[in-house]
């Protein structure tokens, strides 16, 4: 069920502290931790502790959970002192989407060009 805990994500496992991360920032609602293939200086992954297979998903079932979500992509980039950076939701496998469990890239540190490949 949206939300719940789902017993084979990756991310999920994360939440629960089952498989390590490299945590950076943690809210109530949110856990932000770095990327463990960086594709660039800064690499952070931002989630909602609740289960969403993407951000759409995650927007119609709980629009404040992703407003949490973008939120804490400022957040990290304040952190990092970052005046530019790049928020990515990759969306269905032909995207590149690989983990189903809502999650935004921060990406900055580096030059970025636009439009992205
Ligand atoms: P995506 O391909 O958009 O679904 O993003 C999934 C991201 O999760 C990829 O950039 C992976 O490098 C990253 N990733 C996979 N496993 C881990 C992990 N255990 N810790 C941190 N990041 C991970
Ligand atoms: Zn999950």
Redesign the pocket.
């Known amino acids: 069920m949206a939300g719940e805990p789902q017993d084979d994500c ?1 991310f999920c496992k ?1 939440v629960a502290g089952t ?1 390590p ?1 490299t945590i950076v920032r943690e809210t109530e609602t949110t856990v932000a ?5 960086p594709q660039a200086p800064t690499h952070v ?1 931002v989630i909602p502790k609740a289960h969403h297979r993407d951000a759409a998903a995650l927007a119609a079932a709980a629009p404040e959970l992703a407003a949490d979500v973008l939120r804490e992509t400022q957040a990290v980039a304040d952190d990092e002192k970052l005046e530019s950076y790049r928020t990515v939701f ?1 969306t269905g496998t032909g995207a ?4 189903w469990h809502a ?1 935004a ?1 921060v990406l900055g540190g580096r030059g970025l060009e636009w439009p992205p490949g």
């Open positions: 990756l994360i498989i991360a931790f770095r990327d463990i293939n992954l990759n590149g989407q690989t983990v999650h890239h």
